[in-house]
């Protein structure tokens, strides 16, 4: 969940609120605050990038507060116009004009680079799908601006710099070149945009310097690069209803014939029940149509039916639901009561076959003297190698730590590690374990089993295969067994376990060189049993 | 004594009657007496006793007699003579048989008063006391008053125990046992423990260490949640562990391109894509509703790969498409895996639940209620917080209050989006919710470092003292 730092004073300006009652009202709108340093830490939930800044975060408080409903922020033609080019890697650009944001101190400065790395690592997917440039209007070289793709040989001056660099210097060169410069570039192409002949940005990477934005900056042009049209449109429309907020105006782009930004209010026409039927709760139509205005929707009753107009900033409105949910919030959550669903008490419940027929064993274990142990399916590639499993493996792609790095192909593998490390424990160690396995056989295939194993001074095959016998017997279980062969057990001492004809399993004396190779110094018998498989057999 | 039918008399006869030597059935009887099975009294007898001397007056006679017996062959003499014929007796043969009026002494002289045959009847009277006294017998008192006047006999006393049984014997024979320290089979089949009492031990001293065999603290906790739910009316399911993406996301309306998706956080399985081809209509729907919604070309490809689950809402995904018949409630318990590194709060993989509910007409507030009931079964109070999940709206966030008093985040919840109900091809609305069991389960528990819960320490586990 995205964690946004604001200084206090922004807050409290804003608002209107002392800390105390800011931490309280932003709880109900799901937000969980923390001071820091002097600052005051928010967690706001990801599906409301619009309160990714103070004066987003500051119009849902006051909506609490009373304030109702929004208002479209006044517009203007700015005569700036956008030529698009074709861009095969990233083909969408919106921009937008904000008058009088007025950047007056460097912590509202720094918010709003916090608001635009926010903004790029949710809805702009980490700049794959979106990623936003912030210009100071006034050093715009040009009205006309264009984006198009060019050469990487290109020069421009980049953000920060003193020192013209070629686009592929920074694509190559630099931290955000390593981590952005993939995304749109095209062989020896990279997408830009320019403006009376220089480069202003290289979307998704870089700005240039030359239209920096800093303490002192009254208008700014924003533009938003995507491979998504609409996605574009609705970042520039979050961007821009929020530093509108600041008492400036709106000025209009051309970009292909269509002037932006859209601003455009989703309309919802919903029956009060659609609204307040999913929370469970009744309310007189004008209660539900206060709640939303203070959610900070635009509402009018027509008829019996609610018009909704929902604030283009509100990306995470899409259905009558969504509109529950914030007459939910306003109400408190704690405060809506639980209510016992009476009907589904009637029904009756039941435990899954296998789950059933897995407590049937675990009881008859403890019964036979068995312990049980629980251990983690993921394990080494290295124990699989020792013991011989290493062709059953299943790979995870991306393991964190490599001794997490595969399944166990059986359970009998991760407990003979187990009991390797368990030498000290009082003899004889009697364990059995219940979980998870996944190997290869073409497909991959996941089971759950059953392994048991007895480590003692002296150990013999009778020793698992009277207890292994007197638990099939129990269940149940029509078996037989044969001699068998195993990469883990003595030949001549292992079988084969079946019921209806059917492998199910195996048991057998651990072979001592497989015992060597896990480091145990005491003797093991081993079974394990296919439970899925069994399940489905007792049947 | 039961056998011989002995039930009172004295120390010899029982001793006669019994063959037992009588010191050592005089100090048992005495035990007996102890235990109240006896009454033991002491009898007196009073016996005359020849001494010595009578002893002496038995074999050779009384001096009277012999002293009748010489006057009746030399008819008298001399007082001066007797000394030498009868010895220091002879003063007293004097005395007595003149006291009897037998002799009479004249001028120094000894002579019979009457005839001799009289006079032995007379002098012998006495001797026959002396024989009776001798066989135990009390002669007629002045007789016997003689005798002992002259030294003859003396009395004794003879004591004697007397003994009287006062229990029934059987009963006593039921209650007196020998001691032994263990009991066997052997006397058990020959009866032959009604012999024997147990040793007493000291039954405070400490033991030897026993542990027992077990359930794992982790598995007894889930098995509890399954029996919760059952009792809620909950039908349990099953899922895989290696699932389609499509299921892990793409039916759970998370954006392909959504950085939840990427590869920072769940755990792809190497290799090739699976088919899709079994899911043809439903992923017809999920490309649409994908597309409409979140404005990208959706792939199937990328549903097609197989990922480790990262949540059992998988499975909850997969009932979905079943369209189980309202009003129905669902829950799995399963493992789920995250690309995390291990450390104390964190495991690459771990168990999750989630449950489903739902008929037409079913609320949000009915969900909050269920989740409520969930947790008070198990004991704890839960606090509701609005939150953002993609698949759900309204969308909820659980806490619940540990027996520490600290609020433990716990779990995510709401209400399915219409976009998944659509996907599902469900319509009527339905509840979900899933939490981590480990995270619970170790604070339940008191456990600090969650690693614990895999132990391979199987000491732990048999001694684990559960805190709940």
């Known amino acids: 969940m995205p964690v946004?730092?604001?200084?206090?004073?922004?807050?409290?300006?804003?608002?209107?609120?002392?800390?105390?009652?800011?931490?309280e009202t932003l709880f109900r709108l799901k937000c969980e605050t923390e001071e820091a340093e002097g600052f005051v830490e928010v967690e706001i939930n990801a599906d409301r990038p619009d309160m990714f800044i103070g004066e987003g975060l500051a119009r849902a408080v006051r909506g609490l507060l009373g304030e109702e409903g929004w208002r479209a922020p006044e517009t203007e033609r700015s005569g700036l116009r956008i030529i698009v080019e074709e861009v095969p890697t990233r083909p969408y650009i919106v921009g937008?004009?904000?008058?009088?944001?007025?950047?007056?101190?460097?912590?509202?400065?720094?918010?709003?680079?916090?608001?635009?790395?926010?903004?790029?690592?949710?809805?702009?997917?980490?700049?794959?799908?979106?990623?936003?440039?912030?210009?100071?209007?006034?050093?715009?070289?040009?009205?006309?601006?264009?984006?198009?793709?060019?050469?990487?040989?290109?020069?421009?001056?980049?953000?920060?710099?003193?020192?013209?660099?070629?686009v592929r210097e920074v694509l190559e060169g630099?931290?955000?070149?390593?981590?952005?410069?993939?995304?749109?570039?095209?062989?020896?192409?990279?997408?830009?945009?320019?403006?009376?002949?220089?480069?202003?940005?290289?979307?998704?990477?870089?700005?240039?310097?030359?239209?920096?934005?800093?303490?002192?900056?009254?208008?700014?042009?924003?533009?938003?690069?995507?491979?998504?049209?609409?996605?574009?449109?609705?970042?520039?429309?979050?961007?821009?209803?929020?530093?509108?907020?600041?008492?400036?105006?709106?000025?209009?782009?051309?970009?292909?014939?269509?002037?932006?930004?859209?601003?455009?209010?989703?309309?919802?026409?919903?029956?009060?029940?659609?609204?307040?039927?999913?929370?469970?709760?009744?309310?007189?139509?004008?209660?539900?149509?206060?709640?939303?205005?203070?959610?900070?929707?635009?509402?009018?009753?027509?008829?019996?039916?609610?018009?909704?107009?929902?604030?283009?900033?509100?990306?995470?409105?899409?259905?009558?639901i969504d509109l529950a949910e914030d007459i939910a919030i306003y109400i408190g959550y704690e405060d809506l009561g639980p209510e016992r669903p009476v009907r589904l008490y009637a029904l009756r419940g039941s435990h899954d076959r296998l789950s059933s027929l897995a407590r049937r064993v675990r009881s008859l274990l403890i019964g036979l003297g068995f312990t049980e142990i629980m251990q983690l399916s993921?394990?080494?590639?290295?124990?699989?190698?020792?013991?011989?499993?290493?062709?059953?493996?299943?790979?995870?792609?991306?393991?964190?730590?490599?001794?997490?790095?595969?399944?166990?192909?059986?359970?009998?593998?991760?407990m003979l590690k187990a009991l390797s490390e368990a030498s000290h424990a009082a003899k004889p160690v009697k364990v059995f374990e219940i979980g998870p396995v996944a190997y290869r056989a073409g497909k991959v295939v996941d089971e759950e089993h059953l392994a048991m194993a007895i480590m003692d001074e002296e150990v013999s095959y009778e020793h698992i295969q009277a207890p292994l016998y007197s638990l099939l017997k129990a269940i149940g279980a029509e078996f037989s067994v044969r001699s068998s062969a195993s990469s883990l057990t003595i030949n001549g001492r292992t079988a084969e376990v079946l019921v209806k004809g059917m492998p199910v399993g195996f048991l057998g004396e651990v072979k001592p060189e497989v015992l060597s190779s896990v480091g145990l110094e005491y003797p093991v018998a081993v079974a394990e049993l296919n439970l899925s498989f069994l399940s489905s057999l007792l049947s | 004594m039961k056998e011989r039918g002995f039930t009172s008399g004295s120390l010899s006869q029982a001793s006669s009657l019994l063959g037992l030597d009588r010191s050592r059935l005089a100090s048992t009887f005495m035990l007996l007496k102890e235990k109240g099975i006896l009454e033991v009294s002491e009898s007196v007898t009073k016996r005359p006793r020849l001494t010595e001397r009578g002893k002496e007056a038995l074999a050779r006679g009384l001096p009277e007699e012999m002293l009748v017996e010489l006057l009746g062959e030399k008819g008298e003499v001399g007082l001066a003579e007797l000394p030498a014929i009868l010895g220091r007796e002879a003063s007293v043969a004097v005395g007595q048989a003149r006291r009897k009026g037998l002799v009479a002494v004249e001028g120094g002289r000894v002579k019979l008063l009457i005839p001799k045959e009289e006079a032995m009847r007379r002098a012998s009277v006495l001797r026959k006391a002396l024989e009776e006294c001798s066989e135990g017998k009390f002669p007629a008192k002045e007789l016997y008053e003689e005798a002992k006047s002259r030294g003859l006999v003396e009395e004794t006393e003879e004591r004697e125990?007397?003994?009287?049984?006062?229990?029934?014997?059987?009963?006593?024979?039921?209650?007196?046992?020998?001691?032994?320290?263990?009991?066997?089979?052997?006397?058990?089949?020959?009866?032959?423990?009604?012999?024997?009492?147990?040793?007493?031990?000291?039954?405070?001293?400490?033991?030897?260490?026993?542990?027992?065999?077990?359930?794992?603290?982790?598995?007894?906790?889930?098995?509890?949640?399954?029996?919760?739910?059952?009792?809620?009316?909950?039908?349990?399911?099953?899922?895989?562990?290696?699932?389609?993406?499509?299921?892990?996301?793409?039916?759970?309306?998370?954006?392909?391109?959504?950085?939840?998706?990427?590869?920072?956080?769940?755990?792809?399985?190497?290799?090739?894509?699976?088919?899709?081809?079994?899911?043809?209509?439903?992923?017809?729907?999920?490309?649409?509703?994908?597309?409409?919604?979140?404005?990208?070309?959706?792939?199937?490809?990328?549903?097609?790969?197989?990922?480790?689950?990262?949540?059992?809402?998988?499975?909850?995904?997969?009932?979905?498409?079943?369209?189980?018949?309202?009003?129905?409630?669902?829950?799995?318990?399963?493992?789920?895996?995250?690309?995390?590194?291990?450390?104390?709060?964190?495991?690459?993989?771990?168990?999750?639940?989630?449950?489903?509910e739902g008929y037409p007409g079913y609320t949000f507030r009915e969900l909050l209620g269920t989740l409520k009931d969930v947790f008070e079964r198990l004991g704890l109070e839960v606090k509701f917080k609005p939150a953002y999940f993609p698949f759900t709206e309204p969308s909820v966030e659980g806490y619940v209050k540990l027996p520490s008093g600290r609020w433990l985040e716990l779990f995510g919840a709401g209400l399915f989006r219409p976009e998944v109900l659509e996907m599902a091809g469900v319509d009527y609305p339905v509840g979900a919710w899933g939490f981590g069991i480990e995270r619970l389960a170790a604070a339940t528990y008191g456990i600090a470092d969650i690693r614990v819960l895999y132990t391979s320490d199987v000491d732990f586990i048999r001694k684990f003292r559960a805190r709940r």
Do not use: C
Not at chain 1, 4 to 23: D, I, M, N, Q, S
Not at chain 1, 385 to 414: D, H
Not at chain 2, 170 to 185: D, K, Q
Not at chain 2, 309 to 324: E, K, Y
């Open chain 1, 4 to 23: 946004l730092r604001f200084r206090p004073w922004r807050l409290e300006a804003l608002t209107g609120l002392g800390l105390a009652e800011l931490r």
């Open chain 1, 378 to 414: 993921l394990t080494s590639p290295a124990l699989l190698e020792a013991l011989g499993l290493k062709e059953l493996a299943v790979e995870v792609l991306n393991p964190v730590q490599v001794e997490y790095s595969v399944l166990r192909p059986n359970i009998v593998s991760t």
């Open chain 1, 96 to 166: 937008a004009v904000i008058y009088g944001v007025n950047i007056d101190s460097e912590d509202y400065l720094a918010e709003l680079i916090q608001f635009q790395e926010k903004l790029h690592e949710g809805l702009g997917r980490r700049r794959k799908k979106a990623a936003i440039g912030f210009h100071d209007l006034s050093k715009l070289p040009s009205k006309e601006i264009r984006y198009t793709i060019a050469s990487v040989e290109r020069e421009f001056l980049p953000l920060g710099e003193r020192r013209r660099a070629r």
């Open chain 2, 161 to 356: 125990l007397l003994v009287r049984v006062t229990r029934d014997l059987e009963e006593v024979m039921r209650e007196a046992r020998v001691e032994v320290s263990r009991l066997t089979s052997a006397m058990l089949r020959s009866g032959s423990w009604r012999q024997y009492v147990f040793r007493s031990y000291d039954v405070t001293a400490e033991p030897p260490l026993v542990l027992p065999a077990r359930a794992h603290f982790l598995a007894e906790f889930i098995e509890q949640l399954r029996d919760v739910f059952k009792e809620m009316g909950f039908r349990e399911v099953r899922g895989s562990v290696v699932e389609l993406e499509l299921f892990n996301f793409d039916l759970l309306f998370q954006a392909q391109d959504h950085p939840a998706r990427e590869i920072h956080d769940s755990l792809w399985v190497k290799g090739e894509p699976a088919d899709l081809s079994e899911y043809g209509e439903l992923v017809e729907r999920v490309a649409e509703i994908h597309e409409r919604s979140w404005k990208y070309k959706w792939d199937p490809k990328v549903a097609a790969r197989l990922v480790l689950r990262s949540q059992t809402t998988a499975v909850s995904a997969r009932m979905l498409i079943t369209r189980p018949k309202p009003p129905m409630r669902i829950f799995t318990i399963g493992r789920v895996y995250r690309r995390d590194a291990v450390d104390a709060t964190h495991l690459p993989e771990f168990h999750q639940l989630d449950g489903i």
């Open chain 1, 174 to 320: 630099t931290e955000k070149g390593a981590l952005y410069g993939g995304i749109a570039r095209l062989g020896d192409m990279h997408p830009i945009i320019e403006a009376g002949g220089e480069i202003i940005a290289v979307p998704p990477v870089l700005n240039s310097d030359i239209t920096k934005i800093e303490v002192g900056t009254r208008d700014m042009f924003v533009d938003v690069t995507a491979t998504s049209l609409e996605t574009a449109s609705v970042i520039l429309d979050i961007i821009v209803s929020n530093l509108v907020e600041r008492g400036g105006h709106v000025g209009k782009v051309e970009i292909s014939g269509v002037e932006y930004p859209l601003l455009e209010e989703k309309i919802m026409r919903v029956r009060k029940e659609e609204v307040l039927g999913p929370i469970g709760i009744e309310l007189p139509l004008e209660e539900t149509s206060k709640i939303l205005r203070r959610m900070r929707y635009n509402v009018e009753p027509v008829g019996e039916e609610l018009l909704v107009r929902v604030p283009p900033f509100r990306v995470d409105v899409f259905k009558p």
